[in-house]
C-alpha cells in the first residue's frame, strides 16, 4: 500500500469550454493525496460533473493539467493515455450494471481494460479474472452473491458491485459522481463507508460528489465547493460551517 500523504491526483488550472460557448469550468486546481477521500459540493449545473470526466477524460479538457501518480493525463493521447486512464475509475449515480449477467461477470469487466484483444472485445473474460474478481467482491461484502444475476440487487447491493467492478481496474484514483443520490440513507452509509476505507486501506485517492453537507462532514477528510466553474472554498471536512454550504446551495435569502 502507498503510503498516506503523496499526491496522487493533481489538478492544475483546469477549464472547459464547451461548443456552445459555456465555461463550465474556470481553472480549477485540486489535488488529493493518498489515502484521502475529498468531498465536492455545489449546486446544480455548477460543473461538478464536468471536472470529474474532464479528470477520467471522458471528455477533453480546454485548458490546464491532471497528473494521476505523476501521468499527465491532459497531455496523453492514444494507447498511452487508455493505459494511464486505467488508473481513474469512475462510479455513477447508477450502477450500469449488465442485469442478465452474474454479479461475478460484472465485476469482471472492470478487467478488461488490461487484456485488449478480440476475446475481450467480444465480452469474453479471462479467466485468471475470475478469482480476483471473487477478491474484489470481498472487499464490498458481497462475495456470497457472486453467481446471482444482477438484475435481482438491491440499489445498495448493485452500487456495491460497481465499486466493486471498478477495483477490478486496479485504480489508484476513484472518482464518484453522485454515488449515492438514488440510495436510502441506510445503503448511502454503506456506500460511504466502503468509498471511505478504500481510501484509509488501500491508499487510494477518492473524489466523490455529493449533496448532503453532513455525509460530507462525516465522511470526508476535506471539503470543496464549486460554483459556477470556480472552486469556493477546500477546508478541513470538520471546518465546513452551515453557512459557507448554505452560500454554496444559493439559500440566502436575498
Ligand atoms: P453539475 O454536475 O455540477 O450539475 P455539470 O458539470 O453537469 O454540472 O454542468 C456544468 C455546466 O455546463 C452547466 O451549465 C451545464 O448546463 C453545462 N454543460 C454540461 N454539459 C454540457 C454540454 N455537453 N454542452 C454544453 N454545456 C454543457
Ligand atoms: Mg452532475
Redesign the pocket.
Known sequence: MAGPGHTLLDIRNLSMR???G?M?LNGVDLSVAAGEIVIVL??????????L?CVSRLQDPTGGSIEVAGNDLARLKGGELRRARMAVAMVFQHANLVRRRSVLANVCTGALGHHRNWATALGLVPRQEMGKALDYLEAVGLSHLAGQRAGTLSGGQAQRVAISRALAQLPKVILA?EPVASLDPQAAEEVMGLLRRLAKDEGMAVLC?LHQPELAARYGDRVVG?QA?SLMFDMPANQVSPERVATLYNRIAA
Open positions: 464547451y461548443a456552445n459555456k463550465a455545489g449546486s446544480n449545473g455548477s460543473g461538478k460533473s464536468t471536472m470526466r459522481d460528489v464549486i466553474g
